[in-house]
């Protein structure tokens, strides 16, 4: 599927860039709950820091989660095709959001 090769190299580095993004996030949970303060204080402040890094954990899985589906779509030559109604998604669209299988009318 040449057509959309740019878009997909694209969101090959845009995955492995979160993929790097939460290896780091999962060493620094792992740092932080690996090395328990005795101070309850930091300790809650760690544990606050531990939310955080897991918040953005689930962020970035779940766009990694879209972006693998995209590229399976583009394996399955699915790709651009709204998922709802099946009209194509307009190249605008895709430039701006790559990952999405809404088109514009379907999105809201
Ligand atoms: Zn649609």
New binding site residues.
Partial sequence: MKKYERIRRKLIIKRDEIEGRLNKIDKDILHASGAPSPDSGEQAIERENDDVLEALGGIARSELEQINSALERMERNEYGI??????P?SAERLEAIPFTD??I??AE
């Fill in positions: 709204c998922a709802v109604c099946k009209n998604i809404h088109c009318d379907c």
